[in-house]
């Protein structure tokens, strides 16, 4: 048995990550009110945007509506929990039943999809073909001078995997554009930016695409590689784009930031940059951990000795409570966390993306949350670094911290 809450949560990042394949509702709660009988759901693209069709059979008639994708989670869980008593909604990896009891409780019932993959791909293909936000074949100059794109839009053979990162990368900041400022300028702080080419193309789709007024600083503590992407942002004219020199932790140079993005930062690097998101009081933050050693060094459970015997799997398992601790920590903190694949584990097994957006939170939920880690944190006898660093706002957020 799930709660309402999970399983809406569920179909929330389904359809943000665009892995629902169609859905069918059946079963009335009620024979009146002129509820159609039966809705299916299937994704269409229109205008190069993903939407969600709802066909509503009634009386021996079809209707359709069409529902953008920020919007259709929320309407279909509405849809489904006002009307009906099941649901089958098929995912790229699994068929999910839903089944209402009579007092409203959702049963939720999982397995391995029904459907194999090249089938999936091949029945959504003729309604929703890919569309990436740069696209091969138009030259964007950032591209082009970081040598990913000959000056006729081709792209190098050698090139195709960052292309595609790129363009992963671009898909989840567009999902987040309804959550950052419109009516003024748009603070962006890029920790351990590299070679910046993700923040090139944050500046290029946001700024030249479309067309908002953003000033983005990217940091890193290489001196030779922010000269060189200082060049190439002078070479660009992108004017609202600087790089510097420094330390995710000593940073002080900022107040405020709408957009922390940090990529691939070293172990409690990632969580130094979480920290300042949070005292920043960012709405969007998008963060690529790298490698993960502090848990590593303290984790301890008798029952699972087993598992943290073994170098290999004890190292597997901090990195994935490192990241569930980050996200919980944040979902105490008032945010709405997402844990995504980035890219494809066979280019690089660094590949987990946490997405936050800034959603707010009731004394009651920052509470049971920040209990659920407690016994979490407890079980593993760890002390986090993310924890430390935010013990005054965890305890203003969930009233007690212990």
Known sequence: MESNEQWRRDLEDWVAEGRIGGATFSQLRRKDGGIPAMTVIRPVELKGALHYQFQYYADNKVTHENVPQAEAAGRMADWLEAHYRQALIRTDDADVQVLFSKKGKPAVLRKPSSRPQEKKEAAFSHDRQKQRVVQEGEAAPFLVELGIMTKDGRV???????????????????????????????TIVDFGCGKSYLTFALYHLLAVKRGRRISVVGLDLKADVIAFCSKLAEKLGYDRLRFQVGDIADYKEQSQADMVVTLHACDTATDAALAKAVEWGASVVLSVPCCQHELFRQVANETMKPLLSHGLLKERFSALATDAIRAQLLEVLGYRTQLLEFIDPEHTPKNMLIRAVKSGASRADAAAKWQEYVSFRNMLQVSPYLERALEDKLRLAAGDVN
Do not use: C
């Open 156 to 186: 190098a053979a050698k090139k195709q995997d960052k292309f595609r990162q790129i363009n992963r990368f671009l898909e989840m900041v567009e999902d987040v554009l309804p959550h950052l400022p419109a009516d003024r300028e748009i």
